[in-house]
């Protein structure tokens, strides 16, 4: 069995969910729910990264292990990095990243994400995708799509429809062409230290500035990503006051 860390960054302010690490879901708040869902993927540890005491309380009390992190950071991966140098994480250790909003996720999957990159030594970085069902999904910009190459590596990441079929939509947008390998990204990760403790001191790309996806810096300094591929779509995380009803419906029944 692979020895991995799970770590869930938790920030307190949210401009449409506020406070949203403490919300209830099905009676425990969200970042105690996530942390137990990541207890069961098999991981050595599970630490919250926190930007409030608020967190740091609610943690202990729910008995989840919990860091206080800066208020600063500009992306979760950030927050990671701060968690990998406080906890003094070997260079080799796998990191994997549990979102706090995402209370559904299958500790499976956690768990194959770190196999995967263990297995994989020529990659800092293993994620995961799904395939895309619906031509609605692929134009939408709120669904970050990903482009693999035949070793399962990502070649680019994007909020914009890709890969592009030149003929098929020429003709009509209204449905995917069979064949089409398109692929919804899955924002889950797996690092290894040594690359989190990094991170901070790589240069941002424009790209990354533009389109607000911060493992495009991963890509455009040529750290290999690879993918866990999926075989369907995973339970929706929580980003908006819809979101959170239809997660606390889902788990009363």
Not at 111 to 127: M, Q
Not at 139 to 167: G, N, Y
Not at 179 to 197: D, I, K, N, Q, S
Request: hydrophobic letters at 45%.
């Amino acid at each position: 069995m692979v020895n991995f860390i799970v770590i869930v960054p938790a920030r307190l302010g949210s401009t449409r969910l506020p406070r949203k690490p403490l919300l209830d879901i099905g009676g425990v708040p969200m970042v105690v729910r996530v942390a137990r869902q990541a207890r069961q993927s098999g991981a050595s540890r599970v630490v919250v990264a926190g930007d409030d005491p608020q967190i740091v309380e609610t943690c202990t009390q729910h008995d989840v292990e919990c860091i206080l992190t800066s208020t600063s950071h500009a992306t979760g991966t950030d927050r990671l990095a701060e968690a990998a140098a406080q906890l003094s994480l070997s260079p080799d250790a796998i990191v994997v990243n549990m979102q706090g909003d995402e209370p559904l996720l299958p500790p499976t999957v956690a768990r194959n994400v770190a196999l995967l990159l263990d297995a994989r030594t020529d990659c800092e970085i293993a994620t995961a995708a799904h395939p895309i069902g619906s031509a609605m999904d692929f134009f939408s910009p709120d669904v970050v799509k990903v482009v693999i190459d035949q070793h399962d590596c990502a070649i680019t990441f994007s909020r914009a429809p890709m890969p592009w079929s030149r003929d098929a939509f020429a003709a009509s947008r209204a449905a995917l062409p069979l064949g089409l390998p398109a692929w919804h990204h899955v924002g889950l990760y797996a690092y290894r230290a040594g690359f989190l403790l990094r991170f901070t001191g790589l240069a941002v790309p424009p790209i990354e500035s533009h389109e607000k996806l911060e493992q495009l810096r991963a890509i455009a300094h040529r750290i290999n990503i690879v993918v866990l591929k999926l075989d369907h779509a995973l339970p929706p995380g929580v980003d908006s006051p819809d979101d959170l009803q239809r997660v606390r419906a889902m788990i009363r029944d």
